[in-house]
T-cell receptor
Framework: KNQVEQSPQSLIILEGKNCTLQ??????????LRWYKQDTGRGPVSLTI?????NTKSNGRYTATLDADTKQSSLHITASQLSDSASYIC???????????FGKGTRLHILP | ETGVTQTPRHLVMGMTNKKSLKCEQH?????MYWYKQSAKKPLELMFV???????ENNSVPSRFSPECPNSSHLFLHLHTLQPEDSALYLC?????????????FGPGTRLTVT
C-alpha cells in the first residue's frame, strides 16, 4: 500500500533554533516529492520539489533532502522565525497511475 | 496565494441548503483541482479538470457537483450535505496536468454544515 508518513506530528522549538522534519514513504515507483508550507487558515504553498536524481534542494532557510534508496526525505529549517509556525506537508507522486499521496503534515510552533 | 482565489472564505449551511463554492485562477493554468482537508487527515483529492474536462472523480458523493465553465473558473456545487462534510475545501491549479501535486493552492473555503 502506498503511504506517506510524517514525523513528528507536532514540534515546538524556540525562535532562532534549527529543526528537521521527516517524511518516509512507500510509494513505488517513485516520481517526485514536494514539500508544502501551510499557514493556519491558508492554502499550502510549495517550498521545494525533488525528483529521483536530486538529493538536496534549498529555498532560503529551507533545505530538503531526499534519499530515494531508503525512501526518506527531510526538511531542515535553519534559524527559525516566528513566521515559520505552520504545518509542513510532504507529498509523494508515483510514476504512472494515480499515485499522488499526501502526508498528514507536521505542525511546527515557533516560540519567541 | 493571490494567483488562486476562492469565495466565500467561510460558509455555514444547513443540511437542506444548496450553495456553491467558487474558485478562480489568474495564472493561465490548464489544470484545476478540488481538495478536501479535514482535521488530522491528509488532503483528499476530489476532482480534477484539465482544459475544462473532468479527468478524475475520486469516488466523491453526488451531493458534491463540480463545474468548470472555462480554464480559469471552477465551482463546487453543494446540496444536502452532512455534518461530516464540514472541512476546508481547497482549490488548486497547475500549468498542465502532470504526475505531481498541484503547484498553486487557493486560501480555501472553511465549510461548516449544521
Amino acid at each position: 500500500k502506498n503511504q506517506v508518513e510524517q514525523s513528528p506530528q507536532s514540534l515546538i522549538i524556540l525562535e532562532g533554533k534549527n529543526c528537521t522534519l521527516q517524511c518516509n514513504y512507500t510509494v513505488s515507483p517513485f516520481s517526485n516529492l514536494r514539500w508544502y508550507k501551510q499557514d493556519t487558515g491558508r492554502g499550502p504553498v510549495s517550498l521545494t520539489i525533488m525528483t529521483f536524481s536530486e538529493n538536496t534542494k534549498s529555498n532560503g532557510r529551507y533545505t530538503a533532502t531526499l534519499d530515494a534508496d531508503t525512501k526518506q526525505s527531510s526538511l531542515h529549517i535553519t534559524a527559525s522565525q516566528l513566521s515559520d509556525s505552520a504545518s509542513y506537508i510532504c507529498v509523494v507522486s508515483g510514476d504512472g497511475g494515480d499515485k499522488i499521496i499526501f502526508g498528514k503534515g507536521t505542525r511546527l510552533h515557533i516560540l519567541p | 496565494e493571490t494567483g488562486v482565489t476562492q469565495t466565500p472564505r467561510h460558509l455555514v449551511m444547513g443540511m437542506t441548503n444548496k450553495k456553491s463554492l467558487k474558485c478562480e485562477q489568474h495564472l493561465g493554468h490548464n489544470a484545476m483541482y478540488w481538495y478536501k482537508q479535514s482535521a488530522k487527515k491528509p488532503l483528499e483529492l476530489m476532482f480534477v479538470y484539465s482544459l475544462e474536462e473532468r479527468v478524475e472523480n475520486n469516488s466523491v458523493p453526488s451531493r458534491f457537483s463540480p463545474e468548470c465553465p472555462n480554464s480559469s473558473h471552477l465551482f463546487l456545487h453543494l446540496h444536502t450535505l452532512q455534518p461530516e462534510d464540514s472541512a476546508l475545501y481547497l482549490c488548486a491549479s497547475s500549468q498542465v496536468l502532470e504526475m505531481t501535486a498541484p503547484t498553486d493552492f487557493g486560501p480555501g473555503t472553511r465549510l461548516t454544515v449544521t
